[in-house]
């Protein structure tokens, strides 16, 4: 595509904008908080049976003596994690399950699952490694959708700002429901809930769908709004748009490692307009 000579990046103050990293905050059972990224390796606190353990890579683990007795459900202790803009993480959920959470995402789970099912809560965006367990389904409830599971691999996108619910599954099979609606999906298909209540079934790309657990940002005919949303998340910033908004689709990848305005550069390149940088606050022209 033509590159506009008009396209500009303009500091108006510098500003040190970075990419994500490992950063995000544990909610005990309690209130009490316990901010992940600079807690010391080992035994962080103990949740009814379960220890939380920060474990030498970073992640955070859930070890426990076991689940109970699934036919004697118990009042069990919830924790949340919550990664702000511009952080990420990885924990290991009590049945060892692995979930990644990306950018200003929480979830929310039980220091132990008892009863008959396992029920998580996502808002944000997530990738879940579900641990196989045909006596205790796994559940995750999120933005009007329930996806039911019993062993697979698959990514939730459920951000209040975006325009749906979007589950895309990698491996295995799983159920999303509505209100109103059922639908199974397989590998490589995704169902998104609209804002209306309705449920679409397509065939996206997996690789821009994963691209950020890939340490990228994939775009294929994004709108620069969708764009800088994730922009936003990821780099902990605001943006905000000044005059007609440019009707230019991008495509392209670009690590999410690079700083900001390596990446501003290279979506100008293919847009007439500009961006200006003040304090935490991108401004796109």
């Known amino acids: 595509r033509p590159v506009s000579p008009s396209t500009s990046i303009v500091n108006a103050k510098p500003a040190s904008i970075v990419p994500a990293g490992n950063k995000a905050v544990l909610t005990l059972a ?11 390796e080992g035994s962080l606190a ?38 702000p803009r511009g952080g990420l993480y990885q ?14 995402s929480s979830l929310t789970y039980p220091v132990a699952f008892t009863g008959k099912q396992r029920v998580v809560a996502l808002t944000g965006e997530a990738y879940f490694e579900i641990a196989p367990d045909a006596n205790q389904p ?23 700002d975006e325009e749906a619910v979007s589950t895309t599954l990698v491996s295995g099979s799983v159920r999303v429901a509505s209100t109103v609606r059922q639908q199974e999906i397989h590998p490589g298909q995704q169902a998104s809930l609209l804002k209306d209540g309705k449920l679409s079934l397509s065939t996206p790309d997996l690789r ?49 490692k690079q700083d900001v305005t390596e ?7 293919t847009g007439d307009f500009s961006f200006t940088i003040r304090d935490r606050t991108i401004i796109v022209k």
């Open 208 to 256: 821009e769908v994963l691209a950020w657990k890939q340490g990228q940002f994939r775009f294929k005919d994004q709108p620069i709004r969708a764009i800088m949303r994730q922009v936003s998340r990821w780099y902990d910033v605001d943006v905000k748009f000044a005059g007609p908004e440019p009707q230019t689709k991008f495509s392209g990848v670009i690590s999410r």
């Open 263 to 269: 990446l501003l550069e290279a979506l100008k390149e």
């Open 138 to 160: 796994f559940s995750v409830s999120t933005g009007g959708a329930t996806v039911h599971v019993l062993g697979t691999e698959f990514n939730m996108n459920a951000y209040p």
């Open 46 to 83: 103990v949740q009814g049976a379960s220890q939380v353990v920060k474990l030498a890579s970073g992640q955070i683990a859930y070890k426990t003596a076991g689940r109970g007795d699934a036919n004697k459900p118990m009042a069990v202790s919830y924790n949340t994690m919550t990664t």
């Open 30 to 40: 309690d209130g009490r908080q316990i901010v992940l990224d600079s807690a010391a």
């Open 91 to 104: 924990l290991t959920l009590p049945d060892g399950s692995r979930v990644w959470l990306d950018a200003s």
